[in-house]
Protein backbone atom coordinates (compact mmCIF):
# COMPACT_ATOMS: atom_id res chain seq x y z
CA UNK A 1 0.00 0.00 0.00
CA UNK A 2 1.12 3.47 -1.08
CA UNK A 3 2.17 5.79 2.34
CA UNK A 4 0.41 9.27 1.69
CA UNK A 5 2.99 11.59 2.99
CA UNK A 6 2.19 14.20 5.31
CA UNK A 7 2.23 17.08 2.92
CA UNK A 8 0.07 15.13 0.82
CA UNK A 9 -3.41 16.68 2.08
CA UNK A 10 -1.87 20.04 2.07
CA UNK A 11 -1.07 19.62 -1.21
CA UNK A 12 -4.42 18.67 -2.63
CA UNK A 13 -6.23 21.13 -0.15
CA UNK A 14 -4.29 24.23 -1.31
CA UNK A 15 -4.94 23.16 -5.28
CA UNK A 16 -8.52 22.33 -4.20
CA UNK A 17 -9.40 26.02 -2.77
CA UNK A 18 -7.69 27.33 -6.33
CA UNK A 19 -9.93 25.38 -8.25
CA UNK A 20 -12.71 26.51 -5.75
CA UNK A 21 -11.51 30.10 -6.28
CA UNK A 22 -11.45 29.50 -10.18
CA UNK A 23 -14.57 27.93 -10.93
CA UNK A 24 -16.38 30.36 -8.43
CA UNK A 25 -14.81 32.91 -11.19
CA UNK A 26 -16.26 30.61 -13.51
CA UNK A 27 -19.98 31.62 -12.10
CA UNK A 28 -19.76 35.36 -12.78
CA UNK A 29 -22.23 34.97 -15.82
CA UNK A 30 -22.95 38.42 -16.78
CA UNK A 31 -26.12 40.28 -16.50
CA UNK A 32 -27.11 38.77 -20.09
CA UNK A 33 -27.33 35.05 -17.92
CA UNK A 34 -31.30 35.13 -16.51
CA UNK A 35 -30.95 35.40 -12.33
CA UNK A 36 -32.22 31.99 -11.50
CA UNK A 37 -30.62 30.30 -14.61
CA UNK A 38 -27.09 31.74 -12.96
CA UNK A 39 -28.28 30.77 -9.50
CA UNK A 40 -28.74 27.26 -10.25
CA UNK A 41 -25.52 26.78 -12.19
CA UNK A 42 -23.94 28.91 -9.01
CA UNK A 43 -25.72 25.98 -6.65
CA UNK A 44 -24.99 23.01 -9.27
CA UNK A 45 -21.14 23.89 -9.99
CA UNK A 46 -20.03 24.81 -6.41
CA UNK A 47 -21.86 21.93 -4.45
CA UNK A 48 -19.32 20.75 -2.11
CA UNK A 49 -17.29 17.92 -3.76
CA UNK A 50 -14.00 15.77 -3.49
CA UNK A 51 -13.26 17.58 -7.15
CA UNK A 52 -11.18 14.79 -8.20
CA UNK A 53 -11.42 15.39 -12.25
CA UNK A 54 -9.74 19.23 -11.96
CA UNK A 55 -7.21 17.38 -9.30
CA UNK A 56 -6.29 14.56 -11.44
CA UNK A 57 -5.91 17.20 -14.30
CA UNK A 58 -4.04 19.69 -12.14
CA UNK A 59 -1.57 16.68 -10.70
CA UNK A 60 -1.28 15.25 -14.09
CA UNK A 61 -0.49 18.36 -15.40
CA UNK A 62 2.40 18.92 -12.31
CA UNK A 63 3.91 15.46 -12.79
CA UNK A 64 4.51 16.37 -16.49
CA UNK A 65 6.34 19.16 -15.75
CA UNK A 66 3.80 21.80 -16.13
CA UNK A 67 1.74 24.50 -13.76
CA UNK A 68 -1.47 24.73 -11.96
CA UNK A 69 -2.24 27.76 -13.32
CA UNK A 70 -1.85 26.17 -16.59
CA UNK A 71 -4.02 23.64 -16.26
CA UNK A 72 -7.08 25.58 -14.39
CA UNK A 73 -8.90 26.03 -17.46
CA UNK A 74 -9.36 22.20 -18.18
CA UNK A 75 -9.69 21.71 -14.78
CA UNK A 76 -12.69 24.39 -14.77
CA UNK A 77 -14.27 22.72 -17.99
CA UNK A 78 -14.00 18.80 -16.96
CA UNK A 79 -15.89 19.77 -13.25
CA UNK A 80 -18.47 21.48 -15.70
CA UNK A 81 -18.84 18.34 -18.26
CA UNK A 82 -18.99 16.06 -14.36
CA UNK A 83 -21.70 18.51 -12.85
CA UNK A 84 -23.75 18.71 -16.02
CA UNK A 85 -23.82 14.88 -16.20
CA UNK A 86 -24.71 14.58 -12.14
CA UNK A 87 -27.63 17.17 -12.82
CA UNK A 88 -29.06 15.74 -15.70
CA UNK A 89 -28.16 11.90 -14.40
CA UNK A 90 -30.33 13.13 -10.80
CA UNK A 91 -33.36 13.83 -13.49
CA UNK A 92 -36.81 11.71 -12.93
CA UNK A 93 -35.95 9.96 -16.22
CA UNK A 94 -32.86 8.94 -16.08
CA UNK A 95 -31.72 7.80 -11.68
CA UNK A 96 -34.42 9.80 -10.49
CA UNK A 97 -32.49 11.16 -7.36
CA UNK A 98 -33.52 13.56 -5.16
CA UNK A 99 -29.99 14.01 -2.56
CA UNK A 100 -26.79 14.69 -4.25
CA UNK A 101 -23.68 15.62 -2.31
CA UNK A 102 -25.71 16.17 1.25
CA UNK A 103 -28.25 18.91 -0.34
CA UNK A 104 -31.28 18.25 -2.67
CA UNK A 105 -30.34 17.87 -6.30
CA UNK A 106 -31.11 20.43 -8.86
CA UNK A 107 -34.36 19.95 -10.22
CA UNK A 108 -35.62 19.03 -7.05
CA UNK A 109 -34.74 23.14 -6.36
CA UNK A 110 -35.87 24.59 -9.69
CA UNK A 111 -37.73 22.39 -11.70
CA UNK A 112 -36.91 19.82 -14.14
CA UNK A 113 -36.65 22.28 -16.92
CA UNK A 114 -34.49 24.86 -15.21
CA UNK A 115 -32.41 21.39 -14.54
CA UNK A 116 -32.01 20.47 -17.95
CA UNK A 117 -31.25 23.79 -18.95
CA UNK A 118 -28.43 24.21 -16.09
CA UNK A 119 -26.85 21.41 -17.56
CA UNK A 120 -27.46 22.61 -21.06
CA UNK A 121 -25.28 25.90 -19.88
CA UNK A 122 -22.35 23.92 -18.00
CA UNK A 123 -21.70 21.91 -21.24
CA UNK A 124 -21.29 24.72 -23.25
CA UNK A 125 -19.38 26.73 -20.55
CA UNK A 126 -16.92 24.33 -20.20
CA UNK A 127 -15.83 24.26 -24.04
CA UNK A 128 -16.09 28.38 -23.41
CA UNK A 129 -13.64 28.41 -20.37
CA UNK A 130 -10.50 26.28 -22.57
CA UNK A 131 -11.41 28.03 -25.91
CA UNK A 132 -11.36 31.38 -23.81
CA UNK A 133 -8.49 31.09 -21.08
CA UNK A 134 -5.87 28.65 -22.68
CA UNK A 135 -3.51 30.88 -24.66
CA UNK A 136 -2.29 27.94 -27.28
CA UNK A 137 -4.75 27.13 -29.57
CA UNK A 138 -3.51 24.67 -30.92
CA UNK A 139 -3.82 22.97 -27.47
CA UNK A 140 -6.48 24.90 -26.77
CA UNK A 141 -8.05 22.53 -29.89
CA UNK A 142 -6.75 19.33 -28.45
CA UNK A 143 -8.10 19.88 -24.71
CA UNK A 144 -11.60 20.61 -26.43
CA UNK A 145 -11.51 17.28 -29.05
CA UNK A 146 -10.11 15.29 -25.99
CA UNK A 147 -13.37 16.38 -23.47
CA UNK A 148 -15.80 16.34 -26.46
CA UNK A 149 -14.94 12.77 -27.20
CA UNK A 150 -15.18 12.05 -23.51
CA UNK A 151 -18.48 13.65 -22.99
CA UNK A 152 -19.73 12.35 -26.16
CA UNK A 153 -22.00 9.78 -27.42
CA UNK A 154 -19.30 6.85 -27.97
CA UNK A 155 -18.02 7.73 -24.24
CA UNK A 156 -20.10 9.17 -21.28
CA UNK A 157 -23.33 9.78 -22.86
CA UNK A 158 -23.01 6.47 -25.06
CA UNK A 159 -22.26 4.58 -21.43
CA UNK A 160 -25.17 6.69 -20.08
CA UNK A 161 -27.34 4.73 -22.23
CA UNK A 162 -26.07 1.55 -22.05
CA UNK A 163 -26.55 1.59 -18.34
CA UNK A 164 -30.27 2.79 -18.81
CA UNK A 165 -30.58 -0.02 -21.15
CA UNK A 166 -29.15 -2.42 -19.18
CA UNK A 167 -31.41 -1.43 -16.29
CA UNK A 168 -34.19 -2.28 -18.38
CA UNK A 169 -33.10 -5.34 -19.85
CA UNK A 170 -30.71 -7.11 -17.38
CA UNK A 171 -26.78 -7.46 -17.99
CA UNK A 172 -25.40 -10.99 -17.09
CA UNK A 173 -21.58 -10.63 -17.73
CA UNK A 174 -18.49 -8.77 -16.69
CA UNK A 175 -17.51 -7.77 -19.97
CA UNK A 176 -20.38 -5.74 -20.58
CA UNK A 177 -20.52 -4.26 -17.02
CA UNK A 178 -17.01 -2.88 -17.19
CA UNK A 179 -17.17 -1.62 -20.79
CA UNK A 180 -20.60 0.28 -19.66
CA UNK A 181 -18.76 1.81 -16.84
CA UNK A 182 -15.47 2.13 -18.71
CA UNK A 183 -17.75 4.97 -20.75
CA UNK A 184 -19.84 6.29 -18.30
CA UNK A 185 -17.16 6.95 -15.45
CA UNK A 186 -13.88 6.05 -16.86
CA UNK A 187 -13.50 8.08 -20.14
CA UNK A 188 -13.96 11.40 -18.15
CA UNK A 189 -11.02 10.30 -15.74
CA UNK A 190 -8.91 9.61 -18.48
CA UNK A 191 -10.00 12.89 -20.18
CA UNK A 192 -8.66 15.03 -17.11
CA UNK A 193 -5.29 13.34 -16.92
CA UNK A 194 -5.13 13.67 -20.67
CA UNK A 195 -5.73 17.60 -20.11
CA UNK A 196 -3.08 17.98 -17.25
CA UNK A 197 -0.68 16.07 -19.94
CA UNK A 198 -1.75 18.40 -23.02
CA UNK A 199 -1.80 21.76 -20.01
CA UNK A 200 2.13 20.70 -19.13
CA UNK A 201 2.85 19.74 -23.56
CA UNK A 202 3.80 16.20 -22.34
CA UNK A 203 5.43 13.92 -24.70
CA UNK A 204 3.74 10.72 -26.12
CA UNK A 205 5.41 8.57 -23.61
CA UNK A 206 3.95 10.45 -20.36
CA UNK A 207 0.57 10.89 -22.12
CA UNK A 208 0.39 7.42 -22.77
CA UNK A 209 1.33 6.80 -18.62
CA UNK A 210 -1.12 8.75 -17.78
CA UNK A 211 -4.00 6.97 -19.81
CA UNK A 212 -3.03 3.95 -18.69
CA UNK A 213 -3.04 5.05 -15.34
CA UNK A 214 -6.45 6.54 -15.55
CA UNK A 215 -7.84 3.11 -17.21
CA UNK A 216 -7.20 0.76 -14.54
CA UNK A 217 -7.97 4.53 -11.80
CA UNK A 218 -11.93 4.49 -13.64
CA UNK A 219 -12.66 1.26 -13.02
CA UNK A 220 -11.46 1.11 -9.57
CA UNK A 221 -13.26 4.27 -8.59
CA UNK A 222 -16.18 2.80 -10.01
CA UNK A 223 -15.97 -0.38 -7.87
CA UNK A 224 -15.67 1.52 -5.17
CA UNK A 225 -18.76 3.36 -5.62
CA UNK A 226 -20.66 0.56 -6.40
CA UNK A 227 -19.41 -0.69 -2.69
CA UNK A 228 -20.41 1.96 -1.24
CA UNK A 229 -23.99 1.63 -2.49
CA UNK A 230 -23.79 -1.07 -0.76
CA UNK A 231 -21.67 -0.49 2.69
CA UNK A 232 -21.89 2.90 2.71
CA UNK A 233 -22.78 5.55 5.51
CA UNK A 234 -25.77 8.08 3.58
CA UNK A 235 -24.68 10.91 6.02
CA UNK A 236 -20.78 10.27 4.63
CA UNK A 237 -21.68 9.55 1.19
CA UNK A 238 -24.45 12.76 0.92
CA UNK A 239 -26.59 10.63 -1.58
CA UNK A 240 -28.87 7.48 -1.03
CA UNK A 241 -27.53 4.61 -0.23
CA UNK A 242 -29.19 1.36 -1.33
CA UNK A 243 -30.56 2.78 -4.54
CA UNK A 244 -28.94 0.98 -6.96
CA UNK A 245 -29.92 -2.55 -5.80
CA UNK A 246 -33.42 -0.97 -5.17
CA UNK A 247 -33.79 -0.52 -8.70
CA UNK A 248 -32.51 -4.15 -9.76
CA UNK A 249 -29.56 -2.09 -11.03
CA UNK A 250 -26.35 -4.40 -11.63
CA UNK A 251 -23.29 -3.82 -9.95
CA UNK A 252 -20.00 -5.03 -9.23
CA UNK A 253 -20.91 -6.20 -5.69
CA UNK A 254 -23.51 -7.83 -7.26
CA UNK A 255 -22.17 -9.61 -10.36
CA UNK A 256 -18.74 -10.38 -8.61
CA UNK A 257 -19.57 -10.30 -4.74
CA UNK A 258 -18.19 -7.72 -1.85
CA UNK A 259 -15.41 -9.37 -1.24
CA UNK A 260 -13.62 -10.11 -4.79
CA UNK A 261 -15.33 -6.44 -6.11
CA UNK A 262 -12.19 -5.39 -3.45
CA UNK A 263 -10.22 -7.53 -4.42
CA UNK A 264 -10.26 -6.51 -8.23
CA UNK A 265 -10.14 -2.60 -6.76
CA UNK A 266 -7.25 -3.42 -5.11
CA UNK A 267 -5.39 -5.20 -8.07
CA UNK A 268 -6.73 -2.29 -10.49
CA UNK A 269 -5.13 0.45 -7.94
CA UNK A 270 -2.03 -1.56 -8.68
CA UNK A 271 -1.86 -1.57 -12.37
CA UNK A 272 -2.50 2.23 -12.15
CA UNK A 273 0.49 2.84 -9.67
CA UNK A 274 2.66 0.60 -11.97
CA UNK A 275 1.73 3.04 -14.94
CA UNK A 276 3.09 5.95 -13.38
CA UNK A 277 6.67 4.51 -13.16
CA UNK A 278 7.82 6.80 -16.82
CA UNK A 279 6.74 9.80 -14.84
CA UNK A 280 9.10 9.24 -12.13
CA UNK A 281 8.68 11.10 -8.45
CA UNK A 282 6.83 13.56 -9.95
CA UNK A 283 4.02 11.34 -10.09
CA UNK A 284 3.74 10.39 -6.73
CA UNK A 285 0.64 12.59 -5.73
CA UNK A 286 -1.24 10.75 -8.28
CA UNK A 287 0.20 7.42 -6.35
CA UNK A 288 -1.61 8.51 -3.53
CA UNK A 289 -4.55 9.87 -4.98
CA UNK A 290 -5.10 6.17 -6.64
CA UNK A 291 -4.79 4.60 -3.41
CA UNK A 292 -7.39 6.88 -2.19
CA UNK A 293 -10.01 6.17 -4.23
CA UNK A 294 -10.08 3.11 -2.89
CA UNK A 295 -10.24 3.76 0.93
CA UNK A 296 -12.31 6.60 0.38
CA UNK A 297 -15.92 6.55 2.25
CA UNK A 298 -17.81 9.22 0.10
Known amino acids: ?5 PQFPQLVDESRQKIEAALARCCELGPDCPAQLAEA ?3 SLL ?5 LR ?9 ACGGTLDAALPAACAVEMIHAYSLVHDDLPAMD ?15 GEALGILVGDALQALAFETIARDVRQPAVA ?3 CYTLATAAGPAALVGGQADDLAAEQQGVADLPTLEAIHRRKTGALLRASLALGGLAAEATDEQLAALDEYGRALGLAFQITDDLLDVRGNEAQLGKRVGKDSDRGKLTFPGLLGVEESVHQAEELVREARAALSPLGPAAAPLEALAQYVVERDR
Request: glycine share 4%.
Open 1 to 5: MVQIE
Open 96 to 110: DDDLRRGRPTCHKVY
Open 47 to 51: APGKR
Open 54 to 62: PLLVVLAAE
Open 41 to 43: IHY
Open 141 to 143: ARM
